[in-house]
């Protein structure tokens, strides 16, 4: 059973970082492709970062240059470095995982950008 366990989220002020980590069980890690998306109240659930098993990475433009995302094979762990963070990206993110057409999602950790 694949499971995905997303930690690292919590409450900032605007222009802090946070790191969010997803530590992935169940199936090869090494060959799924991971990502993150985000969905804010109100709002459909958005793509925000993936990278590849060959560590090929794509972001959404409002995070371009701000956010990181990274993946330790012999950890299993996936994780998204949020620096100069705004209140715009108040949101929960998910961990995502997908091994061919079969996508899987972690249950969500609560990131807010706030004064």
């Known amino acids: 059973q694949v499971q995905l366990a997303e930690s690292g989220g919590g409450l900032v002020q605007p222009g802090g970082s946070l790191r969010l980590s997803c530590e992935v069980s169940?199936?090869?890690?090494?060959?799924?492709?991971m990502g993150w998306y985000r969905q804010a109240p109100g709002k459909e659930r958005e793509f925000v970062a993936s990278?590849?098993?060959?560590?090929?990475?794509t972001y959404e433009d409002s995070v371009k240059g701000r956010f990181t995302i990274s993946r330790d094979n012999a950890k299993n762990t996936v994780s998204l470095e949020m620096n100069s963070l705004k209140p715009e990206d108040t949101a929960v993110y998910y961990c995502?995982?997908?091994?061919?057409?079969?996508?899987?999602w972690g249950q969500g950790t609560q990131v807010t950008i706030s004064s």
């Open positions: 995502h995982a997908r091994w061919g057409t079969n996508p899987y």
């Open positions: 169940g199936n090869n890690f090494r060959v799924a492709v």
């Open positions: 990278i590849t098993s060959f560590h090929t990475t």
